[in-house]
Protein backbone atom coordinates (compact mmCIF):
# COMPACT_ATOMS: atom_id res chain seq x y z
CA UNK A 1 0.00 0.00 0.00
CA UNK A 2 0.81 3.85 -0.16
CA UNK A 3 0.31 4.63 2.98
CA UNK A 4 2.14 3.16 5.49
CA UNK A 5 0.64 4.83 8.88
CA UNK A 6 -2.70 4.27 8.06
CA UNK A 7 -5.02 1.43 7.21
CA UNK A 8 -5.71 1.37 3.80
CA UNK A 9 -9.10 2.51 2.89
CA UNK A 10 -9.75 3.47 -0.95
CA UNK A 11 -8.55 2.46 -4.50
CA UNK A 12 -7.11 5.75 -6.33
CA UNK A 13 -6.71 5.78 -9.76
CA UNK A 14 -3.16 6.83 -11.20
CA UNK A 15 -4.52 7.97 -14.16
CA UNK A 16 -7.81 10.06 -13.40
CA UNK A 17 -10.98 8.42 -14.81
CA UNK A 18 -12.77 11.82 -15.23
CA UNK A 19 -15.76 10.70 -13.70
CA UNK A 20 -16.27 7.69 -16.23
CA UNK A 21 -15.75 9.49 -18.94
CA UNK A 22 -12.06 7.54 -19.19
CA UNK A 23 -12.61 3.66 -20.26
CA UNK A 24 -9.55 3.04 -21.44
CA UNK A 25 -6.09 3.83 -21.21
CA UNK A 26 -2.65 2.91 -22.52
CA UNK A 27 -0.12 1.04 -20.35
CA UNK A 28 3.11 0.14 -22.16
CA UNK A 29 1.93 0.05 -25.24
CA UNK A 30 -1.03 -1.76 -24.29
CA UNK A 31 -4.23 -0.63 -24.22
CA UNK A 32 -5.75 -1.65 -20.54
CA UNK A 33 -9.53 -0.87 -18.98
CA UNK A 34 -9.12 2.33 -16.68
CA UNK A 35 -9.55 0.09 -13.94
CA UNK A 36 -6.79 -2.35 -14.31
CA UNK A 37 -4.28 -3.26 -11.59
CA UNK A 38 -1.60 -0.96 -13.04
CA UNK A 39 -3.73 2.05 -12.98
CA UNK A 40 -4.55 1.82 -9.65
CA UNK A 41 -3.24 2.16 -5.82
CA UNK A 42 -4.44 1.08 -2.32
CA UNK A 43 -4.17 4.29 0.40
CA UNK A 44 -5.93 5.43 2.86
CA UNK A 45 -8.74 8.34 3.03
CA UNK A 46 -6.63 10.81 4.14
CA UNK A 47 -3.76 10.48 1.42
CA UNK A 48 -6.67 10.00 -1.08
CA UNK A 49 -7.87 13.84 -0.20
CA UNK A 50 -4.25 14.91 -0.22
CA UNK A 51 -3.91 13.80 -4.14
CA UNK A 52 -7.07 15.52 -4.82
CA UNK A 53 -6.27 18.49 -3.45
CA UNK A 54 -2.47 18.17 -4.74
CA UNK A 55 -0.74 18.46 -1.56
CA UNK A 56 0.54 15.03 -2.21
CA UNK A 57 2.09 13.76 -5.33
CA UNK A 58 1.60 10.63 -6.58
CA UNK A 59 4.48 9.27 -9.06
CA UNK A 60 3.07 6.44 -11.57
CA UNK A 61 4.31 2.67 -11.00
CA UNK A 62 4.93 2.98 -15.00
CA UNK A 63 4.50 4.38 -18.32
CA UNK A 64 1.11 5.07 -18.47
CA UNK A 65 -0.64 7.22 -21.03
CA UNK A 66 -3.98 8.61 -20.38
CA UNK A 67 -6.60 6.90 -23.44
CA UNK A 68 -9.26 8.66 -25.27
Same mark, same amino acid.
Given at each position: ?? /??? =? ?9 ? !? &? !?? @?? @????? =? ?7 ? &?? =????? /??? /?? =????? @? ?5 ? &? ?7
Amino acid at each position: SF /CEL =NPVQETHHIVD !Q &K !QG @KV @KEIEI =NGVKKQINH &KD =NLIMI /CGS /CH =NKITR @KELILKR &KRDIIEGE
